[in-house]
């Protein structure tokens, strides 16, 4: 658990936000569901986490369903609800339209289940069906035991391996409000949260927000609005609409995507408008620094947030968003270089330039830069000796010294990232951790 520094010390707010961000799980801690029976978080509420968690509101009138978890997760929600409440299910509610929130829609679905989500519903499904091959080719990157997960369901039952691509009974534009055996909901449309079709559930009788994850998985973090599993660009102003009007409800209790409910009028508030502050920082931080000219490296360097703002990286990075922001605005040019209208890339001269240069010269070079703690010019130099091997011209000692060069830079970066003020992020650790694997298999080592 880090320390409070001491400017956050002296700020009570900050000082909360601090430190839920610190007892908070990480999404490293994320996995499908697993439990044996339902967490019961009010006298009506029943909680099934999982790869995103399923909620169970028991009303008079049967139970309402709000998330359905991924297809092959769902029998594990649906046995532990049915334990506290068999139905009848008069009502799924999905917070968005990713297939891990409405893969397991089927599972509870019945003759007079009426299945809502926001009117962006459909758009969202198509949009993830045009990319379903490369993101999940990608996405083994981080989420392989997910995957193996599966594989073991499918192999034991196959008739539970079922991802739904559910189409909706009732949509909704902006509000909805609904009275399901005698429980008031109303349903609140927030598209700058991770999807088109992102939404709120309040329970306004009750002061209780499903917020899904429309502020991401992670509360309080900065947002990810770019995931480098593959996803579309997101936005930080339809984001801070979002938060604003999850603020504007001032809930006693904040139900998210995943993990435990937090609780506390003051605390929910304080951490929104830190959210609110940090993405606002930096879109204005970023704007201005491209109206000064500035490139959009430079810019990832030197955008960070002030020391008040407390809020985790653990799953957007302020780096990455600052990149994102720079391209949403300005596209891919980036009027550095001639090469970057033409679709050769740099490492297509890698091995030419290490012919060059030599492979010693500049695993030597790399190794100095690595040991001044500059590990990511370090990178470049491994990359590029790395390269050579493809030449035909190198021999076996000098590449395994590039390896291990390339290996090196590898545990560094991760080092640098589980130390620094901000935490380990998950999908910059993920990608690490298995270049450091790859590399390792590589030099034999076990």
Request: overall charge negative.
């Given at each position: 658990m880090s320390s409070l520094s001491t400017s956050t010390a002296r700020n009570p707010t900050a000082a909360g936000v601090a430190e839920l961000v610190a007892n908070r799980p990480t999404f490293f801690d994320m996995k499908p569901a697993w439990q044996a029976e339902?967490?019961?978080?009010?006298?009506?509420?029943?909680?099934?986490?999982?790869?995103?968690?399923?909620?169970?509101?028991?009303?008079?009138?049967?139970?309402?369903?709000?998330?359905?978890?991924?297809?092959?997760?769902?029998?594990?929600?649906?046995?532990?609800?049915?334990?506290?409440?068999?139905?009848?299910?008069?009502?799924?509610?999905?917070?968005?339209?990713?297939?891990?929130?409405?893969?397991?829609?089927?599972?509870?679905?019945?003759?007079?289940?009426?299945?809502?989500?926001?009117?962006?519903?459909?758009?969202?499904?198509?949009?993830?069906?045009?990319?379903?091959?490369?993101?999940?080719?990608?996405?083994?990157?981080?989420?392989?035991?997910?995957?193996?997960?599966?594989?073991?369901?499918?192999?034991?039952?196959?008739?539970?391996?079922?991802?739904?691509?559910?189409?909706?009974?009732?949509?909704?534009?902006?509000?909805?409000?609904?009275?399901?055996?005698?429980?008031?909901?109303?349903?609140?449309?927030?598209?700058?949260?991770?999807?088109?079709?992102?939404?709120?559930?309040?329970?306004?009788?009750?002061?209780?927000?499903?917020?899904?994850?429309?502020?991401?998985?992670?509360?309080?973090?900065?947002?990810?609005?770019?995931?480098?599993?593959?996803?579309?660009?997101?936005?930080?102003?339809?984001?801070?609409?979002?938060?604003?009007?999850?603020?504007?409800?001032?809930?006693?209790?904040l139900v998210t995507g995943h993990f435990a409910p937090i609780a506390g009028r003051e605390l929910i508030r304080d951490s929104l408008d830190q959210l609110y502050r940090a993405a606002d920082h930096v879109h204005g931080a970023t704007l201005a620094g491209m109206n000064e000219g500035k490139d959009v490296f430079t810019l990832m360097r030197e955008v960070n947030l002030p020391d008040d703002l407390v809020i985790g990286q653990g799953y957007g990075k302020v780096s990455w968003a600052v990149r994102t922001i720079w391209e949403s605005y300005m596209g891919w040019f980036k009027a550095g270089s001639t090469t970057e209208l033409y679709p050769t890339p740099a490492r297509d001269v890698y091995a030419e330039l290490a012919g060059l240069a030599g492979v010693d010269a500049i695993t030597t070079r790399g190794r100095a830069l690595l040991d001044a703690g500059e590990p990511e010019a370090a990178l470049h130099l491994a990359e590029l000796a790395a390269a050579a091997d493809t030449a035909g011209d190198n021999n076996g000692d000098d590449n395994k010294t590039a390896l291990q060069l390339l290996l090196d830079v590898h545990l560094a970066l991760r080092e640098r990232a589980s130390v620094s003020k901000a935490g380990a992020n998950f999908w910059e650790d993920g990608w690490l951790a298995k270049e450091i694997a790859r590399l390792q298999s590589l030099l034999g080592h076990s």
């Open positions: 339902a967490t019961r978080i009010e006298d009506f509420i029943y909680m099934s986490e999982g790869c995103s968690n399923s909620y169970m509101l028991v009303t008079s009138a049967g139970r309402v369903i709000i998330n359905t978890g991924m297809g092959f997760e769902a029998p594990v929600h649906k046995r532990v609800f049915d334990q506290a409440c068999d139905g009848p299910t008069t009502h799924i509610i999905t917070t968005q339209g990713h297939v891990d929130h409405l893969g397991g829609v089927s599972r509870f679905r019945e003759a007079s289940t009426v299945y809502i989500a926001q009117a962006n519903n459909a758009a969202c499904q198509h949009d993830d069906s045009r990319i379903a091959t490369v993101r999940v080719n990608q996405s083994g990157t981080w989420f392989q035991h997910v995957f193996d997960y599966a594989a073991e369901v499918a192999a034991r039952d196959p008739s539970a391996f079922e991802q739904d691509v559910p189409g909706p009974d009732i949509t909704f534009e902006d509000r909805l409000e609904l009275d399901c055996g005698g429980l008031k909901l109303e349903l609140l449309a927030v598209p700058g949260g991770e999807t088109a079709d992102s939404c709120l559930v309040w329970l306004p009788e009750h002061g209780i927000l499903f917020s899904g994850n429309t502020v991401g998985p992670l509360f309080p973090h900065f947002p990810n609005i770019n995931t480098i599993r593959g996803d579309r660009y997101r936005f930080l102003e339809p984001y801070m609409r979002a938060v604003d009007r999850m603020r504007s409800l001032e809930p006693e209790l």
